[in-house]
């Protein structure tokens, strides 16, 4: 009820956020995300007190919202560093796991 199936991440990510600030009574210690501020925001491990599998922020989580040990550090790792390892890796032909060929058994 938050937010719509076919959102996209960065709008449901602040939907979330704005929606447990006002829950937890935190709303004027943190204020809300509105359209045109720059946020972060990061993937949540399942099951989590927000039932939710990202929250968005503008300079930190809120520690009220207990989410610290929810967070999904390999999630964020792929995305932020492997992914975009690999595509430029692959533009020298280059690979992150090793491979085997037929031309390394008769090599």
Same mark, same amino acid.
């Given at each position: 009820?938050i937010y719509r199936k076919s &959102?996209?991440?960065?709008? %449901?990510?602040?939907? $979330?956020? /704005?929606?447990?600030?006002?829950?937890?009574?935190?709303? +004027?210690?943190?204020?809300?995300?509105?359209?045109?501020? +720059?946020?972060?925001?990061?993937?949540? %491990?399942?099951? /989590?007190?927000?039932?939710?599998?990202?929250?968005?922020? &503008? &300079?930190? $989580?809120?520690?009220?919202?207990?989410?610290?040990?929810?967070?999904?550090?390999?999630?964020?790792?792929?995305?932020?560093?492997?992914?975009?390892?690999? +595509?430029?890796?692959?533009?020298?032909?280059?690979?992150?796991?090793?491979?085997? &060929?037929?031309?390394?058994?008769?090599?």
């Amino acid at each position: 009820s938050i937010y719509r199936k076919s &959102t996209p991440q960065a709008v %449901k990510s602040a939907l $979330i956020f /704005n929606y447990w600030i006002k829950e937890k009574g935190i709303a +004027k210690k943190y204020p809300p995300i509105v359209e045109g501020d +720059k946020i972060k925001f990061i993937p949540l %491990k399942i099951p /989590n007190p927000i039932r939710q599998n990202v929250i968005g922020f &503008t &300079t930190k $989580i809120p520690p009220e919202l207990g989410l610290d040990k929810y967070i999904d550090y390999g999630a964020q790792f792929e995305v932020n560093f492997q992914n975009p390892l690999q +595509k430029i890796l692959g533009c020298i032909g280059w690979q992150m796991v090793k491979v085997s &060929t037929l031309e390394d058994l008769f090599s």
